[in-house]
């Protein structure tokens, strides 16, 4: 595991810290960068999140999906918690929470607004994640491959009426072009361009450089640009975190809760299921952690860089480290 996922909390953090010293100095003046669009995208948020998901869309290699009928019931598995329990799990904590339980802490319009940010983290499963949860519980990387690459495809198709639906049921409306323009532009977009790239790459100059030499270079780029989008959200939400710190541990704590929970009924479906420890291990982990760079994407795109529902998607980059990490040591600790 890389310093940078290591210590993934520390840097967003210290990004924390420098938005909301950047966003307090600035003033007013920063709110310039949010006019710059065309139609509902902002162009400085767009590129970044290319240079955020292009470097792991390239690493997908979607002809593994030819082995999709090895480890079918793990497959199975993570596809169904993925799709038919994450996302609506994530919902339902997120209502019981902002909603109900921390009504009295937030101002009207707040829980809608986190609520909608925690809809866009549970509808969007991890892909280049799992590949270091997976290492680090001892999967199978072939499984694993499999996995990410057949979650990606569903991704394409599911992502756009799952959200639309929940959104819907708590009563925050979007329109429908504005979430389809928002998914071509940050899934549909970077998928394809990391595809093509990655098929054209292999073939001019071989794996071992691809794997050796190209994706070793394209890691700064996406950790720079993660980094930078932080930044940029926090000296946003600056004056917001000043007033209301206590916010961020409100978001935290269903984020927190839905993690343990699809991690724990994974693991006892995959036993239940009699699936090898190298299988249910990273079929846990991929429903138990987020694609949070897509979240984060959307939320701006659909809410703006101002709104609640960006700030939960970040708080979801937060958490997203430590919490993993006590699942990767209990899943060691249970190995079988």
């Excluded at 979650?151 to 329109?175: E, K, S, Y």
């Excluded at 072009?177 to 790459?201: C, E, K, M, N, Q």
């Excluded at 939400?237 to 916010?247: E, L, R, T």
């Excluded at 998607?313 to 006590?326: A, Y």
Aim: charged letters at 10%.
């Amino acid at each position: 595991m890389g310093k940078f996922e290591k210590y993934l909390s520390l840097w967003v953090l210290l990004c924390i810290l420098a938005g909301v010293w950047i966003g307090n100095v600035a003033g007013d003046s920063i709110r310039v960068i949010s006019n710059w669009e065309i139609a509902t995208v902002n162009i400085p948020v767009a590129i970044l999140v290319w240079l955020m998901i292009y470097p792991m869309m390239v690493q997908i290699d979607f002809g593994a999906i030819r082995h999709v009928s090895k480890n079918w019931k793990g497959l199975g598995l993570t596809v169904f918690v993925n799709w038919v329990i994450k996302p609506f799990s994530m919902a339902f904590f997120a209502w019981i929470f902002f909603d109900r339980i921390f009504a009295a802490y937030l101002q009207p319009g707040q829980a809608e607004q986190y609520i909608a940010g925690a809809i866009l983290l549970g509808a969007a499963p991890c892909t280049a994640m799992v590949f270091v949860w997976s290492y680090l519980t001892k999967g199978d990387a072939n499984y694993t491959l499999v996995q990410v690459s057949v979650n990606d495809l569903i991704l394409l198709v599911a992502f756009i009426p799952i959200v639309r639906f929940l959104l819907g049921v708590t009563q925050i409306f979007i329109p429908w072009d504005v979430l389809v323009s928002s998914v071509v532009i940050f899934v549909v977009i970077p998928l394809a361009a990391g595809y093509l790239s990655h098929r054209f790459l292999i073939q001019v100059r071989g794996k071992e450089w691809f794997t050796s030499k190209f994706l070793p270079a394209l890691k700064p780029v996406s950790i720079i640009a993660l980094l930078t989008t932080l930044i940029l959200l926090f000296a946003f939400q600056g004056h917001k975190i000043m007033q209301n710190p206590f916010d961020i541990l409100l978001i935290a704590v269903p984020l927190t809760i839905q993690t343990y929970f699809i991690f724990f009924i994974t693991w006892a479906a995959g036993k239940y299921l009699a699936l090898p420890h190298q299988i249910c291990a990273p079929a846990a982990m991929i429903g138990a952690s987020n694609f949070f760079e897509l979240a984060v994407a959307v939320a701006i795109s659909l809410f703006g860089l101002n709104s609640g529902a960006s700030l939960a998607t970040v708080v979801g980059v937060l958490i997203e480290v430590p919490v993993m990490l006590s699942l990767v040591a209990l899943t060691n600790k249970w190995r079988y």
